[in-house]
């Protein structure tokens, strides 16, 4: 993990310390525990290129993408954080907002970044952006050594716009997470992704 050496030497700090256990990180910063299918997907996302998790409704996807997304910013630099949903409503409403109560935490106080809405942006090297764009267009300059993409409700993201966020995973480290319910399993996209599925009786209570 590399910091900026102009930044808070606390975040260096938290580097070192949370390097082999990201997990610590989600636990210590942001007070939240992952139930067992989360950590699945929370644990493939730094692990594998591609994760794609289909479950049930309201078992705790795009809550956890908002955690990835958090601890991904926060754990590697310079980097990007590219989020999207179908609606620009689904980005702001509900992943941002998860994002933003999160962050606003005060265990956060001494983070770097400063959010707005759908954007959380430290410099313009170092950023994590929700977009739900026209046109795939709209997603091109992204480009960081560090990338993280987080499509949530992606059975409804139009084709055009996946090939966009296609082209952003040629960074050297780049990462995606693919969220939805259903998830179209034959989609070429799918091809070499770790996939996680979550039945119904799974859901917390049934598995912790
Ligand atoms: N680990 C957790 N800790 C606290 N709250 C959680 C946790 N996981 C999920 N929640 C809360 O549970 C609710 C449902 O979670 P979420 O919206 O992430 O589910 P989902 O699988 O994305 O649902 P859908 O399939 O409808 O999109 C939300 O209010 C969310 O904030
Ligand atoms: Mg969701």
Redesign the pocket.
Known sequence: MQIPNNHNSQIGHYQTKYETNLYLWVLEMLR????SM?RQIFDSVFAHRKTVAR??????????AAVIALAFLFTRAPCKVITTAPTWYQVKD?LWS?INQLYKRRLMDGFPGKPQNTRLVVNNAWSAVGLSPKDSHNFQGYHSRNVLIVV??CPGVRKELINGLKSLMSAGNAHCLW?G?PVVAGDVFYVDSHFISVADAQKPGGTG
């Open positions: 939240v525990f992952l139930w989360q479950s049930c409704h309201g078992s705790g996807k795009t809550f956890v509900i998860i949530d409700e969220i319910n």
